[in-house]
């Protein structure tokens, strides 16, 4: 029964990638946008060529303010969401469907109850919001630069799919569904890193993690994530314990290979 099934997967994925395959020209254009990509060993492109032509497949891109999304622009968004997953498929990414995506930056009404009871309401400026059961929000100006912006660690698809990975277990709290072992290990290194790094900030030091980690831990993993892909050298120099537990969650150690 089990050999059926699987042979059953195999041949409904063959369909899948048949159908939702991406062009070379397309796949080479993505891959000059986004160097640190490009960088790969061939037989990691072949595999994120695969995982993003189901992830395609799967979910429902959707333009807000008039955008429409091409089939570039879903390539390039694929692409980059399926990195932190090329080791162990999409299966974290189930929970929803829906990416919607925007010209640029959003304005969001907050509001936040003090200790006293009181609610105070502020906006906040998003490039990206991922939301339990999806969907997941983007700002196409921020995608559209995830090349260039990587030089200085910023990439906001990968920042938002690491919070869905962080939801997994139902909970944004910078520890991704783990067995009780692992994340035991997990939060012993995270937590030492989180104040430190919490620490730096406070003191107006200049830290290669975007300050905006300092806001809470869920932020934290979630900028780390950004940093681990796209400057991986950098960040296996500054948090090289950090570091080392990323590459045996993401079962990856991108900076092997990363451009000097």
Known sequence: M???LRRWQAHREARVLARRAIPDGLWQLTLAR????AARPDADLTELRRLASLFLDQKEFSGAGGLEVDDAMAVCIA????????RFGLAPYAGFVGIVVHPDEVVARREVMD????VHAYDEVLAGEAMAGGPVMLSWTDVAESGESADW???VVIHEFAHVLDMGDG????VPPLPAAERDAW???IDPEYERFCAAVDAGHETLLDPYGATGVDEFFAVSAESFFVTPKEMRTTHPAWYGLLARYFRQDPATFAKP
């Open 34 to 37: 986004l160097p640190f990509l």
């Open 187 to 189: 939060i012993a290194v």
């Open 2 to 4: 089990k050999a059926l």
């Open 115 to 118: 200790d006293d009871g009181i």
């Open 79 to 86: 692409a980059q969401a399926c990195l932190p997953v090329l």
């Open 171 to 174: 909970e944004a709290d910078g």
């Open 153 to 155: 660690g910023y990439n």
